[in-house]
């Protein structure tokens, strides 16, 4: 129905019929609240630190959000504060006083670490929607031996694993093998005191399982080499909708040398809402009875190895991933109506920007990275000339004088795009020679190897 040129709902034409002088008031007052809700800007909280934050918070602000950041942890706060208002949540009990008065509708969690703080349970219960699926859909990332169960059940490809409790079980396991086994904590979490020790051969293994922590056990993934992929989809109401294929390059250094960071060095993404590769296929649907059953609504990043002709699941994330979402969400057409659509649990219809197939990202790490316990002072942090791509800043801050100075082993990353692949990447990478920071590099070789899927 229409009032003048407003079109209102049958239920509010109804009311605006009734109303008398005694209810005047209210029906203006519940009328000038619909008006607000329809014409007011969605409010959507990132919680996270750094760069992360900051391309969400820019990247959504920028197609019509407001946006704000509640501060996951105690380094990396001012990136987030170039876009917008932030609150550190170190000491806070409940986030529905936050959401209340800021009337935020989405909030998107950066890891999985959101559901087991002190205000987990009043962000729930809040008028927000959440970024994320809740309850058990989590378990598939925060429980590495339930994936492993999940995917036997449905018939998707796992290495061979194990859990052991101890040094004398892990060992006495090893004994009876003769293949390399990657190290990881069972219960994944950012804090956990074991972070993945990847080991190439049987010696590897049974030399660092000399060197951890096992006060919460140890996950032990037979190593499958390192033809490696990762596909990231939107879930709800059972189904799969693709978004992208993604590659992240974890070694520290060039031609996939060193340890494995703490945080990608680079990464790419290609817009794949048709699944060209077959990892959703593989790794995925499969699962889609388990995605239904649970409710599951929200993103999947599941990370794949390619061995003996098949796609093995290594692990999965329920969330976009640091270093992917600030691509995807360029990528998309719509970033806001997307996030939105799926957190109230409604089919995605994800459209992509041309000239955005593919997206490159390239991290500038400083001094000591990714050597963590070595640490550096703080350095200048110049551009010497203005960027032609996004460029997140991680660990940085602002000194007296308002230039950027490093507060960290993470300085920056630079996000480029395009419709191929060549010129994402020249560009991401013209765009991080304009960064000058002592003691940091950057690898010079993303979009070099493990791409496309399936190649070392
Ligand atoms: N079974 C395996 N065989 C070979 N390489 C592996 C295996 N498992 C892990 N890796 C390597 O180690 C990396 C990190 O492992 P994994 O993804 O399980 O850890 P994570 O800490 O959960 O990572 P993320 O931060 O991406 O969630 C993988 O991306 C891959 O490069
Ligand atoms: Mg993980």
Known sequence: MQVGRIMVSPKLAIRLACCNAHSLWSDLSFLLNWLYGVVRQPHIMVLGVGGFAQAVMQILSDDGAEVSCGLTRNYAHDAPAFVGPTYDLADVDSLAEIIDRQSV??????????????????????????????????????????????????????????????????????????????????????????????????????????????????????????????????????????????????????????????????????????????????????????????????PIQATGMFHNGRWYAIEYNIRLGVTATPMILRMLKQPVATLLRLARGNPPESKFRIGYEFGASITLAGYGYPYVQLEGPRVPVKLNSEPSCDVWWNEVTRDVEGCLTATGHRIADTVAFGSDLATAVAEANENIQKIRCLGSYHRPDIGQSLWPPGNE
């Open 105 to 298: 509708d989405l909030v998107v969690p950066m890891s999985i670490d959101w559901a087991r703080e002190p205000w987990a349970r009043s962000l729930l219960a809040s008028r927000a929607a959440v970024f994320s699926p809740t309850g058990d859909g989590m378990r598939i990332e925060r429980e590495r031996d339930f994936a492993r169960q999940l995917c036997k059940q449905f018939s998707v490809p796992f290495p061979m694993s194990h859990v052991a409790h101890n040094r004398i079980d892990a060992l006495e396991f090893l004994k009876a093998e003769s293949r390399a086994f990657v190290i990881k904590n069972p219960l994944c979490s950012p804090m956990s005191p074991l972070h993945t020790i990847v080991c190439e051969s049987p010696s590897d293994t049974r030399a660092w399982l000399e060197r951890i922590d096992y006060a919460e056990g140890v996950f032990l993934q037979e190593y499958l080499g390192q033809r490696e992929a990762g596909h990231i989809a939107l879930v709800a109401n059972g189904e799969v909708h693709s978004l992208v294929t993604n590659q992240e390059y974890k070694r520290a250094h060039a031609g996939n040398l060193g340890i494995v960071c703490g945080g990608p060095m680079g990464g790419l993404t290609q817009a794949d809402p048709g699944d060209r590769y077959g990892l959703a296929a593989a790794l995925l649907n499969p699962l889609k009875p388990w995605f239904a059953d649970t409710g599951y609504t929200g």
